[in-house]
């Protein structure tokens, strides 16, 4: 997106108006303004608008519709629906198993790279990362024919083994699509780490070296502790990202009916808007999802910079 | 999932869903839809059927008058309705659009479609049609549709498997489960028929069967009955059959399904008359040639059926030309000529009188292991009257089709349909619609 290159931009504006150079930059920063207004602001304010509002009909409702104010009533649906409040459940649990999994792996990975020959480290790091260039919703639908019982080679080796497992099943569908997750994603942090690593100071690292530190030591009292604000980016981004789950599990419902129509937060909002035609109760889930992923973003950023500090 | 910065991302978030959204505001008024002898000019139609780039084509070649370009679009299943419905409402939808019957009234409740009162020749179209088929596309006094195909449900069977069961074709709803306790015993590993969750559109038909009525009117009330007494009869009955491992739970069309029915641990499908082609793509390359028949749905006694699935055609609110958008509904409804443009796409059974002859000499049933159109024939001479569809079907497919997501673990049919009558209740209340339960 082109947005986020220029979005970094936004801190360093005050500093260049204050400049010499502060009406060319000006001049320049006008053409992303306009289109973050149109493109991102302007959808913000008037989803905000529409989450105040509802779609009356009356009768049997094959009349014209009103629109009149409700003030918060839209929240306080979606907050009362069930299957709202079980999707954020979901993407809890989903994040409790996710997030150590995939950050943890990438961790390693990085590590792994990091002390392993030259030679070998290019092969490996391009093997890595090889799974997040596969398009999110092709890796599902690879996932979906790899779960799907009688179909799957997958589920058919495990049977030869004496295993018999139902990937796609109410308790184990779950575990299946973080898997899906942390395969996509963690080549794409191990790389970020990976080049935080290869910043680390080669001096430190023969300091420990000569003080007696092994590679493992050296790994985790040297290394670690100076990748740690490179993770809390990669926490932050994986926190955003993971709050907006949708193609996995889409992709998943059409092999399953393990995985509902609301079964993440997203989901439910594409089916408040697109499905049931509720735009406005739509619109009151999508600025809780977004008021979330804030407040959690503000937790991550926090914490990082607390530990940075440290 | 998308990584970005964090204040894109946090806006994105709610603007990703919502800028779709936006352009649901402004109601663009719709042209008067004045009756014109002669209409002329450019109209866009949108289908997900197969076939109709071909109709399309035909009608174009026929006049010169009015020109009609196609367009396909994704089927219900797949996001077309979210489509349709969000261009109508910003005012760049087609002229004419393919709606299923189940979800025409929330089209028509959003006011998406306009009336073709006036638009079309009634006396040539409208009136000729069943009393059943009418029942689905007139709304109040008005007329929201011409109908397209009449589906009636079906079973579908392997005979090959019935004569290994040592079964007739079963006629009963009580046959049909002895049925699939003979061929239990003949192969430990065969159903009989598969239920599927994410259909539930047919889950309508075999209560619509039996006698219940989902939704209906009082006054200026909607009735809702999604576990009404015939539902609760029809549901515990299917929950033995899956108790029973008579029937399997899978998903329709996907791949587990598909190869279920290539390898014969499914020899059944409740279906109806379209069903013909997938089961044939499906199990064609495993020889099962011959063997696959239709039959009427096994009945609770009385002689009854139902419609799975079937389309109408609509002039949308957002055509600029709506009596253009009606001539062509009339040639797509009515006309043996666009029957005929179809060719051999699909065992269609049309509601117009006089079409379905014409498809059926189009279509190859050699396939089949009987006369399908006979069947056909039968069972839309049984459908069940007085059924009607709700004004919002979505809240209830959803709530259904979810909540028959716990049916392996533990759920019941019996608690999926309360649930969805709960949440069909529920939601319609929330559009404030007056509901009587």
């Known amino acids: 997106m082109a947005t986020q290159a220029l979005t970094t931009t936004v801190p360093r504006r005050g500093r260049a108006l204050a400049g010499t150079g502060g009406r060319t930059a000006a001049l320049f920063l006008v053409p992303f303004f306009a289109v973050f207004a149109i493109a991102m602001i302007a959808p913000v304010i008037y989803s905000l608008v529409l989450s105040f509002h509802s779609q009356q009909k009356s009768g049997l409702g094959f009349g014209e519709a009103k629109t009149v104010f409700v003030g918060l009533e839209n929240y306080v649906q979606v907050f009362q629906s069930e299957t709202f409040v079980e999707g954020i459940a979901r993407l809890g649990l989903y994040c409790l198993i996710y997030i150590p999994c995939m950050v943890g792996g990438a961790v390693v990975f990085a590590l792994l790279l990091d002390a392993s020959v030259a030679k070998a480290r290019k092969l490996f790091q391009l093997l890595v990362f090889l799974p997040h260039a596969v398009p999110g919703v092709i890796a599902a639908l690879i996932w979906a024919y790899l779960y799907t019982p009688g179909i799957s080679p997958l589920v058919q080796a495990l049977q030869g083994g004496g295993i018999q497992i139902n990937f796609l099943d109410a308790h184990m569908v779950l575990p299946s699509i973080v898997n899906i997750g942390v395969w996509e994603w963690t080549g794409y942090n191990v790389i970020i780490l990976f080049t935080a690593l290869q910043a680390v100071p080669r001096e430190i690292l023969e300091a420990a070296r000569v003080d007696g530190a092994g590679e493992i030591r050296a790994a985790i009292s040297i290394k670690f502790p100076l990748i740690l604000p490179a993770l809390s980016v990669i926490m932050l981004f994986t926190i955003i990202g993971t709050l907006q789950l949708f193609t996995e599990p889409s992709i998943i419902s059409k092999a399953t009916a393990s995985v509902t129509s609301t079964w993440v937060p997203n989901l439910w909002a594409y089916d408040a808007a697109f499905i049931r035609h509720n735009l406005n109760q739509a619109a009151a889930a999508s600025v809780i999802i977004a008021g979330l992923a804030a407040i959690l973003s503000l937790a991550v950023t926090r914490l990082s910079s607390r530990m940075n500090k440290s | ?437």
Not at chain 2, 156 to 175: F, H, I, N, Q, S
Request: aromatic content about 10%; hydrophobic content about 40%.
């Open chain 2, 1 to 437: 999932m998308k990584r970005r910065h964090l204040f894109a991302g946090v806006a994105g978030l709610a603007a990703s869903t919502l800028l779709l959204a936006a352009c649901g505001n402004g109601p663009t008024p719709a042209a008067a839809p004045t009756p014109t002898e002669d209409p002329s000019g450019s109209i866009t139609f949108w289908s997900s059927l197969a076939g109709m780039d071909k109709v399309a084509e035909a009608f174009n070649a026929s006049q010169d008058k009015i020109k009609v370009s196609f367009e396909t679009i994704p089927n219900g299943a797949n996001g077309g309705y979210a489509k349709l419905s969000t261009a109508i409402t910003a005012g760049n939808g087609p002229d004419v659009a393919t709606i299923e019957y189940p979800q025409l009234p929330q089209f028509v409740s959003n006011s998406q479609v306009v009336p073709l009162d006036g638009l079309i020749n009634k006396a040539e179209t409208v009136d000729k049609l069943t009393d059943e088929t009418k029942a689905l596309v007139q709304f109040g006094d008005k007329t929201y549709a011409l109908p397209y195909d009449a589906a009636p449900m079906l079973m579908w069977y392997r005979k090959d498997m019935l004569a290994k069961a040592g079964v007739e074709v079963p006629k009963t709803w009580d046959e049909f489960e002895e049925a699939g306790k003979k061929l239990k015993a003949a192969a430990p590993n065969s159903y009989l028929a598969s239920f599927n969750p994410n259909e539930v559109a047919a889950s309508a038909g075999l209560a619509w069967q039996a006698g219940a009525k989902w939704f209906g009117t009082e006054g200026d009330s909607w009735k809702v009955g999604v576990n009404d007494e015939a539902t609760q009869k029809v549901a515990s009955y299917w929950q033995k059959l899956i108790d029973e491992k008579i029937v399997k739970v899978t998903q329709a069309y996907s791949d587990e399904w598909s190869l279920d029915l290539a390898n014969s641990t499914v020899v059944g499908v409740l279906g109806a008359n379209w069903s013909a082609t997938g089961i044939q793509k499906r199990t064609e390359a495993s020889g099962q040639k011959g063997q696959w028949i239709a039959a009427e749905l096994p009945t609770w006694g009385n002689e009854s059926g139902a419609f799975y699935g079937g389309s109408s055609f609509n002039v949308t609110k957002s055509s600029k030309n709506p009596a253009a958008a009606a001539k062509f509904v009339e040639f797509l409804t009515t006309n043996q000529e666009a029957i005929k443009a179809r060719g051999n796409t699909g065992s269609a059974f049309l509601a117009f009188p006089g079409l379905t002859p014409v498809a059926q000499k189009a279509y190859d049933a050699s396939y089949f292991g009987n006369d399908i159109y006979e069947v056909f024939n039968k069972a839309y001479g049984t459908i069940t009257p007085g059924w009607q569809w709700g004004p919002n079907w979505d809240i209830t497919n959803t709530a259904l089709k979810d909540a028959y997501g716990k049916l392996t673990t533990g759920g019941t049919i019996h608690d999926a349909v309360d649930t969805a009558q709960d949440a069909t209740v529920g939601g319609l209340k929330q559009a404030g619609l007056s509901v009587k339960e």
